[in-house]
């Protein structure tokens, strides 16, 4: 079992920033990704970005050029750096661990953290 704990959700200005932090623990992988989706009110949970062990990142449409993942291995923890805020970008930010062993995927995810972006 992989266990995260996110911090940093809050409110915020549009034009704002806000830094997200997810720490795992537990039984971590060797070979994982780690990231975040978030889940507005009434919309389906998307992607906003999520990085792999080695680095490689991959962003959804909405956090291209505003927001940067980034993580530290060594501290097994994940950080979302989100710049230029806006009203649409209010909603619950979920971290989520997908840990990779013998051709199995196992995933796992935070309670969430809300973030709200006020006009």
């Known amino acids: 079992q992989v266990q995260l704990v996110e911090s940093g959700g809050g409110l915020v200005q549009a034009g704002g920033s806000l830094s997200l932090s997810c720490v795992a623990s537990g039984s971590i992988f060797s070979i994982n990704v780690m990231g975040w989706y978030r889940q507005a009110p009434g919309k389906q949970r998307e992607l906003v970005a999520h990085i792999t062990h080695g680095g490689g990142t991959t962003y959804g449409s909405s956090a291209k050029g505003r927001f940067t993942i980034s993580r530290d291995n060594a501290k097994n923890t994940v950080y979302l750096q989100m710049n230029s805020l806006k009203p649409d970008d209010t909603a619950v930010y979920y971290c989520?661990?997908?840990?990779?062993?013998?051709?199995?995927?196992?995933?796992?995810w935070g309670q969430g953290t809300q973030v709200t972006v006020s006009s």
């Open positions: 989520y661990y997908l840990g990779y062993i013998a051709n199995n995927e196992y995933e796992y």
